[in-house]
């Protein structure tokens, strides 16, 4: 009977420590069911498609960067575990800490907050500069002011 009890105990503290090494992953899109967690747009399979990942391991999806940092702003209390964007240029999920970001007013994205990421940072400088953006790393998303173009929204609508 110890014997049995000593093994549950090994067995349950195997299962506590193998679960709190499990790093968060993205998760793939589905263009026909899913939605933005902010407002509730479809997602497509791009290079737009952000996702935040919960503390309880629940993924958020969400079709704009702005839109990921509208919704962070209004849930200061969830605990985030792990925040994913896309690579501007191939369309692979990398980890938001490690992207470099570009801004510009004429950058087009679903929700026109006009911010794109990258892996590589010289891809970023090299973006902002063919398309007159500024070059953000991680720590600027914070501060940076998250406001939809509201002519480009108009635009948008008007070609629906």
């Known amino acids: ?14 299962l506590i420590i193998s679960g709190c090494g499990k790093k968060a992953e993205p998760v793939a899109i589905n263009e026909k069911t899913d939605t933005c967690a902010y407002c509730n747009m479809a997602i497509m399979d791009n290079q737009y498609a952000t996702e935040v990942v919960l503390a309880n391991n629940k993924t958020l999806k969400f079709d704009d960067l702005g839109c990921m940092y509208k919704w962070i702003s209004e849930n200061k209390d969830e605990k985030i575990q792990a925040k994913f964007v ?5 369309k692979k999920w990398i980890e938001a800490e490690k992207a470099t970001f570009v801004y510009g007013k004429s950058l087009k994205t679903p929700m026109s907050y006009n911010v794109v990421s990258f892996k590589n940072k010289n891809d970023a400088q090299s973006f902002a500069k063919k398309h007159n953006g500024t070059v953000l790393s991680y720590n600027d998303l914070d501060s940076h ?16």
């Open 1 to 14: 009977m110890k014997k049995v009890w000593y093994a549950i105990a090994l067995l349950g503290l195997f």
């Open 86 to 90: 896309r690579d501007y240029n191939t």
């Open 145 to 160: 002011k998250w406001e939809q173009n509201k002519d480009m929204m108009k635009k948008m609508k008007g070609n629906m």
